[in-house]
């Protein structure tokens, strides 16, 4: 275990986004499931979604959308998310008729992927009879490298290092996880080839000051940008976005 303060906050997190071809089918499945609720948006290729524990989840629609097939590695994951439920053979039997896909059992959490193809994990936490969201994992090839990235960008310090794997931030508010893979492929957005499948909203209130910052921790830009909103690149290429109000 470790615990250290981040020298810097470049940003916060404001959102987990999830690619998806059918946003409204996603959107309907993880309410079904774990009870999030929609933010009213009258944007067509955008979903919000409130999970009442804290998160915001992002649904963006992309057609070309390409799903992972874990764990094979040729079409391999880039992150997924972690859920604690009461009983994981009944939830992953919930997911299942919902529309999800058993990938994998064993006694303490049960790996499944949703509708648009992202796996999941339904792990054991009888002492609580919610379901929650309990962090993202980001799959990388260094997950101390990748750890002190994000705290620093998210101004979340590093509270979990060990062989290959490391969380940001603290159980319960909004941690980031990583996770060491063998034969990591990067994304390379906007190539559908090698899709990003996720990417995280990061809110700043100067960008220009905010990208420096990123840029001199080890991030890329990437040629995507819009009105409130630029892409870039971590350290081990997944895509994020630097937003702001205007």
């Known amino acids: 275990m470790n615990s250290e303060p981040h020298r810097r906050t470049i940003g916060s997190l404001r959102a987990v986004a999830l690619d998806a071809p059918d946003i409204d089918r996603l959107a309907m499945f993880y309410e079904q ?75 303490r959490w049960h790996t499944l992927a949703d509708p648009a193809g992202h796996s999941f994990d339904l792990c054991l936490n009888p002492d609580d009879p919610r379901t929650t969201l309990t962090g993202v994992m980001l799959d990388c090839p260094d997950a101390k490298a990748l750890s002190h990235f994000y705290a620093e960008l998210l101004g979340k310090p590093v509270t979990y290092e060990a062989d290959g794997v490391a969380m940001i931030g603290e159980d319960g508010a909004q941690p980031v996880m990583f996770q060491q893979v063998e034969r990591y492929t990067a994304p390379r957005w906007p190539d559908p080839a090698y899709p990003q499948q996720i990417h995280l909203d990061v809110t700043v209130q100067d960008v220009d000051a905010a990208e420096r910052a990123a840029l001199d921790i080890g991030a890329t830009r990437l040629d995507g940008a819009g009105p409130n909103w630029r892409v870039y690149a971590d350290p081990a290429g997944k895509p994020f976005c630097l937003v702001w109000t205007v």
């Open 33 to 107: 499931l774990a009870g999030w609720q929609r933010v009213p948006d009258d944007d067509d290729e955008w979903i919000t979604l409130d999970t009442g524990d804290g998160w915001r989840m992002g649904l963006q629609r992309a057609i070309d959308h390409v799903p992972p097939h874990w764990p094979d590695q040729d079409r391999p994951q880039q992150a997924h998310l972690d859920f604690r439920v009461p009983d994981i053979d009944a939830a992953a039997e919930r997911a299942r008729q919902l529309g999800a896909t058993l990938l994998r059992r064993n006694e």
